[in-house]
């Protein structure tokens, strides 16, 4: 059976911000947070193979560095194992339908669809894969696709490079992609992503989904794609970068994001050099999605 690191740290309200930050910047797929008296009790959750005891210590510690920095009091830290059922229960309590852009409903697996919703439902089992929709990066490529695939007769063909749990996949296909091929280094990653396409009554046709990342893609496709996704950091796009040429036709757009602020220059200098333009640069919190063309 899988387990969970059950993580909590009491803290000044002032400090909230940053918590949720360390924990979106750790992978985090959702983070609660509520009153306990005058400070606050933030808890998420990250699975056991992927966290030593080390890399929490190692949290805990920036977190009360943090804290001494903005001059607040120091932060309460604890953290706990238990196991998969549990993890469950305590996770599906806090994950609520979420509306995204003007036409998407995110719809956790185990709810029943709100009555009268005029949005297209995407239902959702995350697993342990990435990709709730609660996360500010996933949101804006959501959003972005959204615009994207506005002209209900374009049908593109789309590439999504780091899939998680498929919600940009079945976005895309929900929102009018003919054909989406998907890719990510985890295969936990590949298991959900198979799974959430099923879910959503797609056909896995319409999805094929390989463990692997840009050169397995480019190996596995018939031809250049139209549009490619791909939210993770900003440290493996700038790798990736040079092999998304491989992928693209002159019309070819993108949509990157898993972008802090401050490393969006150098993504789009990179993205300049290997033929591409930041048509829009879209931002929420601290972190931006860059939506690109072919120059
Ligand atoms: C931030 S998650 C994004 C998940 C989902 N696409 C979303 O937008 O919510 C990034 C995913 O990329 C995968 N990944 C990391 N490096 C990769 C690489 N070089 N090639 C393909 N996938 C990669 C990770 O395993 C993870 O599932």
Redesign the pocket.
């Known amino acids: 059976m899988n387990s969970w690191w059950d993580i909590q740290v009491v803290c000044d309200a002032a400090l909230e911000d940053i918590v949720f930050w360390r924990f979106d910047l750790l992978?985090s797929q959702g983070t609660s947070s509520q009153r306990k008296g005058q400070a606050r009790l933030i808890q998420t959750y990250f699975p056991q193979q992927r966290f030593e005891l080390l890399d929490l210590a190692a949290v805990a510690l920036l977190l009360r560095q943090d804290a001494l920095c903005a001059e607040l009091p120091l932060p309460r830290v604890d953290w706990s194992l238990i196991d998969d059922e549990d993890w469950s229960k305590s996770w599906k309590q806090h994950w609520q339908p979420q509306a995204i852009g003007d036409r998407l409903l995110i719809l956790p697996a185990w709810l029943s669809p709100p009555a009268d919703v005029d949005r297209q439902i995407l239902r959702l089992d995350p697993g342990v894969?990435?990709?709730?929709?609660t996360?500010a990066?996933?949101q804006l490529?959501l959003e972005s696709l959204e615009m994207r695939l506005s002209d209900p007769t374009a049908a593109p063909v789309v590439a999504?490079?780091?899939?998680?749990?498929g919600?940009?996949a079945i976005a895309a296909l929900l929102m009018g992609a003919q054909q989406v091929y998907a890719?990510?280094?985890?295969d936990m990653?590949v298991q959900s992503t198979r799974a959430n396409l099923e879910l959503n009554h797609l056909d896995p046709q319409r999805c094929l989904v390989t463990q692997?990342?840009?050169e397995t893609l480019t190996k596995q496709l018939p031809g250049p794609v139209d549009g490619i996704?791909c939210?993770?950091?900003a440290e493996?796009i700038l790798?990736?970068i040079p092999q998304m040429s491989d992928l693209a036709k002159p019309t070819s757009w993108g949509i990157l994001?898993?972008i802090l602020l401050d490393q969006s220059k150098l993504v789009a200098d990179t993205l300049e050099q290997y033929g591409w333009v930041v048509a829009t640069l879209w931002r929420r919190q601290e972190w931006c999605c860059l939506n690109i063309r072919r120059t």
Not at 160 to 165: E, L, M, N
């Open positions: 992978g894969a990435f990709g709730t929709g996360h990066t996933t490529c999504d490079i780091g899939c998680g749990s919600i940009l890719v990510d280094t985890d990653a692997g990342t840009l996704l939210n993770i950091l493996v790798d990736l994001s898993g």
